[in-house]
T-cell receptor, first 110, second 113 residues
Framework: GQNIDQPTEMTATEGAIVQINCTYQ??????LFWYQQHAGEAPTFLSY????GLEEKGRFSSFLSRSKGYSYLLLKELQMKDSASYLC???????????FGTGTQLKVEL | EAGVTQSPTHLIKTRGQQVTLRCSPI?????VYWYQQALGLGLQFLLW???????NRGNFPPRFSGRQFPNYSSELNVNALELEDSALYLC????????????FGPGTRLLVL
């Protein structure tokens, strides 16, 4: 079966750095995605990792270790608008079927 | 460039009824995916269509079905609605059935009473 684990909630301070972890056990692996979802809105794409290592994109970075079944999303210089749910999703099988974790609700405080 | 569009935005139905949800992918995208996001749960994969064919389906009963049209738009049909079908239904599209990023539409919020 497919299993993806993320912390349920995290709280951080504006301007700080936060790391959201994701561990996975899946049958097959094409790549790992991170999405951001604000309440009541659709998920928006943040990053995609297929090879081990760090992918950096502005204030957001994502890391993958396939041997450990582990990824993290790093958010720097936190802003209030970063308060949202962050979804880890693993692509498996032909056709890029995505299996999502339940998401990490991040609250950014002053 | 227009994103993925879905209609309607909200829908209220009663148990036993049938519903049809619609999705238009990003121009040039041939793959369409449907997901269910029930309150407090993660996104659950429902169906994947590519080039007009159903390519894969998740662990949902047969009363969840759909189709993809020649213009790559898609419909999701749910028959014999149950209370637990109340959820946000999200459609996503990608360039092809390879390892391409999926882009999501705004969703249709379905309430079954």
């Amino acid at each position: 079966g497919q299993n993806i684990d993320q912390p349920t909630e995290m709280t951080a301070t504006e301007g700080a750095i936060v790391q959201i972890n994701c561990t996975y056990q899946t049958s097959g692996f094409n790549g790992l995605f991170w999405y951001q979802q604000h309440a009541g809105e659709a998920p928006t794409f943040l990053s995609y990792n297929v090879l081990d290592g760090l992918e950096e994109k502005g204030r957001f970075s994502s890391f993958l270790s396939r041997s450990k079944g582990y990824s993290y999303l790093l958010l720097k210089e936190l802003q209030m608008k970063d308060s949202a749910s962050y979804l880890c999703a693993v692509s498996t099988g032909g056709g890029n079927k995505l299996t999502f974790g339940t998401g990490t609700q991040l609250k950014v405080e002053l | 460039e227009a994103g993925v569009t879905q209609s309607p935005t909200h829908l209220i139905k009663t148990r036993g009824q049938q519903v049809t949800l619609r999705c238009s992918p990003i121009s040039g995208h041939t793959s369409v995916y449907w997901y269910q996001q029930a309150l407090g749960l993660g996104l659950q994969f429902l169906l994947w269509y590519d080039e007009g064919e159903e390519r894969n389906r998740g662990n949902f009963p047969p009363r969840f079905s759909g189709r993809q049209f020649p213009n790559y738009s898609s419909e999701l049909n749910v028959n014999a609605l149950e209370l637990e079908d109340s959820a946000l239904y999200l459609c996503a599209s990608s360039l092809d059935r390879g390892r391409e990023t999926q882009y999501f539409g705004p969703g249709t919020r379905l309430l079954v009473l």
